[in-house]
Structures are given as C-alpha cells and as structure tokens.
C-alpha cells in the first residue's frame, strides 16, 4: 500500500484512548435491549474509522482474542505506532491501516460493529455522505453503527468559545502557538469575572474542559477547520436516506425520560430524543444506528432484563447510595439497597440476573430492580463478562496488557474498557506482579519506596488492593 501523505495529525499526534461507549459489549447491550440480536462480542468483526494509533482497538482486541478488529486512519505515523504497540503485545487479531476512508474496499467486508468516534463533526459534508454509505455497505444484517458528533442545542455554548478562538488565532499558522493562544484567551475569559453571574458559572465549565483536553484534542477538535454541530432529528433524517435508521444512544440511560416525563411529545422517537436534546442542552452525542430494514422492538422493560448482565460503582456515603454517572438513592427498599450493594461489592465485574436474584427475593421485583437502575443511569448493561475472576495466586502476575500500559502510558484499562491512571504505588505493584515474586516479597519492595507506608501496613492492605485489581481485570 502506498504511503500516506503527512498530515497535521502527524505534527500534533492526536491522543487515542479507550472510549468505553464504543466497545461491542456496549453497541450489542443497546441492540439486544431494542430487540436486535446482535454478534456475540467474543466471536464478531469490528471496524473504527479513524482508530488513531489504535489507543481504543488494542485493549478491545487484547480482550478478546476470538473477534476481529479492522481500523482505519489518515495519520501514516499514528498507524505504524499503534501497529508497533500491537506487536510489543502480541496482539494478531488487529489490523491498522494507514487508508482514506474514500478508498475503503468493498473487500473489507461486513463488520458487526463499525466505530467512527470524533469524525461526523469534523469532516467535509461530502465524507459524511460517504461514511454513512460506508457503514450502510458494509454493516451486517444485525450490525450496529457508533458515530458521535457534536450537537444542538448546547453545541452553540462551544461554537461560542471556538469563534472566540478562531479570531485570536486567525493569524497565527504555527500549530503550536495556536494551541498556546487559544489556551491563554481561555483563561482570559475565565479570570475577567465581566460575564453576568448567570453566565459565569456555564463559561468557567466550558473553558475548564477545554482547558484539560489533550492539546491534540484541542488542536484537531476545538479550533479544527471544520467543527459542525447537528440536530438529532437532522442526522437521524440524514442518516435515513441513507437507509439506515436510529437505534439508539451508546449511554442508554440518555434515552429515557425518568426525571422529566416527554409524554406532551407524542410518540415519535426521534421527535422525543430531539425535546429530550433541548431540555437537557446536549452538546455531544454518541448515537447507533442499525440498518432501516431491522425491525425493533420499543420500548423495552423490565421482562428483558433476564438476558444481561450488570454492573455498578454503588457505595454507601452520608446516608444514599451513589451509583454511576453520580446517580444517588436515598433511603432505598431494602431490596433494591441489597442489588446494588452486591453490584458494588465486585464491581467492576459485573453480575448477571440469576446472580442477583439472591438479594432481590423476588424475579419479578428484580426486573422492575434492574430496569429502573439500568434506564436511571445507576448500573450498567452487558452482554458478556470474561470469566470471572478466582481466587489470588500465591505469585500474583498482572496481565501483558496492564503492565505494558502502565510502563508506556502511566494509565491501565479496566474490563470495563475504561484507562485509569495510576498513583506511583499502583504503577510499582503492576510492575511488580511478573508471577515471580509471593505477597512477602511483593510487600517488602512496596515499602522501600519513598513515603510508602510500614512494610506491614502494606502487606495487611496488599489482599484488599489486589482484590480489586482482579475485580478490574488487570491480573491473569
């Protein structure tokens, strides 16, 4: 294959990192929730478009041996990297290819799942039309399509700040210095304190997450010659004359209308995922599609909840248990304190239905359990979980990927395909778990770092954490 022109993307590396929304365990949770039967993860065919350096492909592929991962990138440079890093692993199910995504083959074939994180809203109009084409040409019966994009209404608070930008650096050509300007107008507008007190508080939190992206992140997102924002409506439409249709959202709970009843908005789903964007003031989305011709069944409930597994963060604190995405219960029925104890007690492994009949008493009051913590955004859907972990080896080993990650990147992906970064104990534990050394040996090397704990501190702790290193996947 020839070799690609350089492009900014080499200049300013962009950085690639696990997203978890876009692991096929994700896409299938969604699609099975609606009614489609999708791959299994463990044996199906995926495809990202723009991959990168392959940052969210190698854990993926690493995890799972069975299935096979394609990506493609523009960036020649971030591909013979992320081909290097699947080498060091030993990684022989990926394959990165430096291509443009106008020159895809029809040779590649179907995939189960196609990925295109960070591209819709930052491609020419005409490479839209062809990336919904691809996914159309090359998306199986029961494929599903993740393609994220920038959206309306709140899409308009970052346009805001990217025109700021855009002016002050208008003529400025080095990337880096673009960079470095942009950042100081950022913290600008953040210290002037001349906005009104209703808008202080929604600019210091744009210019703060704008402020703690990557640089390559602000370079090829924020301030990229091209940054369109849509409408779900709009793309869904798009996404239709293309023949494909909406299947949902990759955070599922964003679907459904708990706290704010849309019954006033008939039922449509788009026309409810559309008031759902403009009473929330979404401003990314991270959206599925299937093909048109896929009959789904909505909305879902609680008898579907049988099929899958789940998965919490729950912790008890000042009187209300905490979940994900910071969902709170306070003073829950027992039952349902029970559920969400024994989800948080492996997490982030997660358990499946008969698992947690146990704490529930009751099948039927776990369904109605479970769907209401899954569609509040509490828990977490899956489709597939490894094999769950046994007991701690007398010579703890982490896995080739975790210890490869934690001595390049300072950061490890858990089994919920999210990077974690690491306190330098964490990383010298990691380093230290080769299957050579027991808990003694371990322990006295742990406590000779400087303003580490007593040796017998860390070796009565050293069960509790690597217990939890196995809960999040990272030891063989």
Not at 237 to 257: I, K, T, V, W
Not at 344 to 360: D, I, N, R
Not at 430 to 435: A, E, P, V
Request: aromatic share 8%.
């Amino acid at each position: 294959m020839n070799r690609m022109p350089a492009t900014s993307y080499d200049e300013i590396p962009y950085l690639s990192k696990p997203i978890d929304a876009t692991h096929p365990d994700r896409l299938a949770s969604v699609a099975a929730l609606f009614g489609m039967n999708p791959a299994p993860v463990t044996a199906c065919r995926v495809l990202e478009i723009g991959c990168g350096s392959g940052g969210n492909l190698l854990p993926m592929a690493y995890h799972l041996p069975g299935s096979r991962f394609t990506g493609i990138d523009l960036a020649g440079q971030a591909i013979v990297e992320g081909r290097r890093a699947a080498a060091d692993l030993g990684i022989a199910n990926l394959e990165l290819i430096a291509m443009d995504l106008r020159e895809m083959p029809d040779s590649f074939g179907e995939f189960d799942y196609i990925i295109a994180h960070g591209l819709f809203s930052w491609i020419p109009d005409e490479l839209r039309d062809r990336l919904l084409d691809l996914c159309r040409d090359h998306l199986a019966p029961q494929g599903v399509a993740f393609i994220s994009f920038n959206a309306m209404p709140g899409g308009h608070v970052r346009q805001m700040m990217r025109d700021m930008m855009l002016y002050h650096i208008r003529d400025e050509a080095d990337p880096r210095q673009r960079i470095a300007r942009s950042q100081a107008l950022l913290r600008k507008v953040s210290e002037s304190h001349l906005v009104s007190a209703a808008w202080q508080p929604m600019i210091e939190n744009e210019v703060r997450s704008s402020l703690n992206l990557d640089p390559g992140w602000l370079y090829h997102d924020e301030i990229a010659p091209i940054n369109d924002p849509f409408l779900i409506r709009d793309f869904a439409a798009r996404a239709a004359r293309h023949s494909l249709q909406y299947l949902g959202d990759a955070q599922p709970h964003l679907m459904f209308d708990s706290r704010v009843p849309l019954d006033w908005v008939g039922g449509d789903v788009i026309e409810r995922e559309q008031y759902f964007d403009f009473l929330c003031f979404r401003s990314f989305r991270m959206t599925l599609l299937c093909r048109s011709e896929v009959a789904l069944a909505r909305p879902p409930g609680p008898e579907q909840m049988d099929q899958f597994y789940f998965a919490s963060s729950a912790r008890e604190a000042n009187g209300q248990i905490q979940g994900l995405h910071s969902v709170c219960m306070k003073n829950p029925p027992e039952p349902v304190a029970r559920v969400a104890r024994a989800m948080g007690a492996v997490y982030p492994q997660p358990l499946s239905f008969q698992e947690l009949l146990a704490p529930a008493g009751d099948p039927d009051a776990l369904r109605t359990i479970l769907f209401m913590l899954v569609t509040s955004g509490f828990a977490a859907l899956h489709t597939h979980r490894d094999k769950p972990p046994g007991p701690l080896r007398s010579h703890p080993r982490a896995n080739r990927l975790a210890r490869w990650e934690s001595a390049v990147m300072g950061v490890v992906t858990w089994c919920d395909h999210q990077p974690r970064a690491l306190d330098s104990l964490t990383r010298a534990l990691i380093d230290l778990m080769d299957g050579t050394r027991d808990f003694d040996s371990i322990a006295k090397h742990l406590a000779r770092a400087q303003g580490a704990p007593p040796v017998e501190e860390v070796r009565a702790r050293l069960p509790e954490v690597l217990t939890a290193l196995s809960h999040a996947g990272l030891l063989e």
